[in-house]
């Protein structure tokens, strides 16, 4: 299983990027699929996560209104619109495939598969 994560890039703060993954997953439409990200001397957070049958989404209160999820299973690729971007969401995102439902859907441990990361940066 591999993840390729792409679309990072620097952008001036207010404007917007796309990050997709693509999943060599043959039962992609059975993954939840999450964006985690980590800035440098933090821990890697969680971002978004997109069920996998019914499309239900769940965002970090931070990036709340700002960025959407969403997914195309047949094209085996998760997307994360971001929108408004804040110097604060320069990290490096990654991808990560979920096979199972959690409840505790932002706990690092329960995703199995994870993407390369990919940079953005946000300048003031």
């Known amino acids: 299983v591999q993840l390729q994560a792409s679309g990072g890039g620097l952008v001036q703060a207010g404007g917007s990027l796309r990050l997709s993954c693509a999943a060599s997953?043959?039962?992609?439409?059975?993954?939840?699929m999450g964006w985690f990200r980590q800035a440098p001397g933090k821990e890697r957070e969680f971002v978004a996560r997109?069920?996998?049958?019914?499309?239900?989404?769940y965002y970090a209160d931070s990036v709340k209104g700002r960025f959407t999820i969403s997914r195309d299973n047949a094209k085996n690729t998760v997307y994360l619109q971001m929108n408004s971007l804040k110097p604060e969401d320069t990290a490096v995102y990654y991808c990560?495939?979920?096979?199972?439902?959690?409840?505790?859907?932002?706990?690092?441990?329960?995703?199995?598969?994870w993407g390369q990361g990919t940079q953005v940066t946000v300048s003031s």
């Open positions: 997109i069920s996998n049958n019914d499309g239900r989404t």
């Open positions: 997953i043959r039962t992609f439409s059975r993954y939840h």
């Open positions: 990560a495939a979920d096979p199972h439902y959690h409840s505790d859907y932002a706990r690092i441990t329960n995703y199995l598969y």
